[in-house]
């Protein structure tokens, strides 16, 4: 029996599903195939494929991995259950990187540790045109999906991929780091909204008991990883910027500042090496 565009509103509506209409929009549009917007697919009939994609998302598989696609910082990319979907909140860093570097061509190297589909990175290289950048991932897949990302993106000449443990595989210095490690206290997955916690890599999510670990981890490497005049950014979980940032300050780094996502909420932490000199006619914004 088809599924008509309405009842897969309501199935969608039952399942807690907010913004069912345009998700709907989007499953049809993506069932259609050669539709190329919602707004064409409200006059196409639903393929035959529409119903399973319906029943897909009510069971709360997340529609950017039923559709294949997410969109970041305005450039698509391509995602699979191997990393996690890019969330809005990091843009976060993004931004952040782009106020502390006013003048781009003072990023030459940029390193994303934990890439994942690569959007911190590529999204960063897609404003700093003269930087090359280097992700890494300890997931072959995420690797190789980031990899085929910065070939859809054209920018595969200025990036290259390793498979590693956070900086285990990396040497050289960087005018810019960055990271969206695993947060989430290991206890608390469980949960998490269905989308997260039944869909999404756990190694992905999963930062120890504390929600810390990865932080201990990267922290320590970061002033062999930082050029002179270098800064970090790290993406935190609501709540975690104190210890955080204590973290930090034991391993010898300077505190530059925190930045807030749309919300509100701390989500940025930027760092340099201790005793690194602020530079680029920036202020310290404290800790």
């Not at 960063?124 to 980031?146: I, K, Y």
């Not at 949960?191 to 120890?208: F, I, K, R």
Request: charge should be negative; aromatic fraction near 6%; hydrophobic fraction near 50%.
């Amino acid at each position: 029996m088809t599924l008509t565009p309405g009842q897969a509103v309501a199935r969608l509506c039952a399942t807690g599903i907010e913004e069912a209409e345009r998700e709907v929009l989007l499953l049809l549009a993506h069932a259609r195939g050669g539709v190329s917007s919602p707004a064409a697919a409200r006059e196409a009939e639903p393929g035959d494929g529409f119903k399973a994609l319906v029943e897909r998302r009510a069971r709360r598989e997340p529609l950017a991995l039923i559709v294949g696609r997410r969109e970041f910082w305005s450039l698509s990319f391509t995602v699979s259950p191997a990393t996690l979907v890019p969330r809005p909140e990091s843009e976060t860093l993004i931004e952040a990187a782009l106020k502390a570097f006013p003048e781009r061509a003072a990023v030459r190297r940029i390193l994303d540790l934990g890439t994942g589909t690569g959007s911190l990175l590529l999204a960063l290289l897609s404003e700093f045109a003269g930087a090359f950048g280097v992700g890494t991932d300890r997931v072959v897949a995420a690797a190789q999906l980031a990899e085929g990302n910065a070939r859809a993106l054209g920018l595969s000449g200025r990036a290259s991929f390793l498979v590693g443990d956070w900086a285990m595989a990396v040497a050289g210095k960087f005018e810019l780091v960055v990271a969206n490690p695993p947060y989430v206290e290991r206890g608390a997955i469980g949960q998490l909204m269905p989308e997260v916690a039944l869909y999404e890599p756990p190694s992905a999510l999963d930062g120890g008991v504390d929600g810390l670990d990865a932080y201990r981890a990267i922290f320590p490497e970061l002033p062999r990883l930082l050029a002179p005049h270098g800064v970090a950014f790290v993406e935190i979980g609501a709540g975690a910027d104190a210890a955080v940032i204590g973290l930090a300050r034991a391993a010898g780094l300077e505190v530059r500042g925190v930045s807030a996502d749309l919300s509100g909420i701390p989500r940025a932490v930027e760092l340099a090496a201790g005793g690194a000199k602020k530079s680029f006619g920036r202020e310290g914004r404290g800790g």
